[in-house]
């Protein structure tokens, strides 16, 4: 695992495999009372889930609650 420290509005960058167009930007936008807000900047065909809701799209089991869906942005769905 690689960890990297970043404060707010700071980003990091995960790049394809010829090191030169990004995949993925995530970029810290809030830290309040320990809980940090993160912003994901992805094509809008690569889905974005919290872990414990692709777990259980993985296993094939519904999420329990429907928060737990595809993540959405400002402009809509992100999957």
Do not use: C, Y
Not at 2 to 20: C, H, K
Not at 43 to 54: F, G, K, N, Q
Not at 56 to 70: A, E, F, Q
Request: hydrophobic content about 35%.
């Amino acid at each position: 695992m690689l960890v990297l420290s970043r404060r707010s509005q700071e980003s990091v960058v995960v790049v394809g495999s010829d090191g030169i167009e990004p995949m993925l930007k995530v970029t810290v936008l809030e830290i309040d009372r320990g809980r940090v807000r993160l912003g994901f900047e992805v094509d809008r065909e690569v889905p974005v889930h919290r872990l414990e809701v692709w777990e259980r799209i993985r296993t094939g089991r519904r999420p329990d609650n429907p928060r737990d869906g595809p993540a959405e942005s400002e402009d809509g769905p992100l999957s």
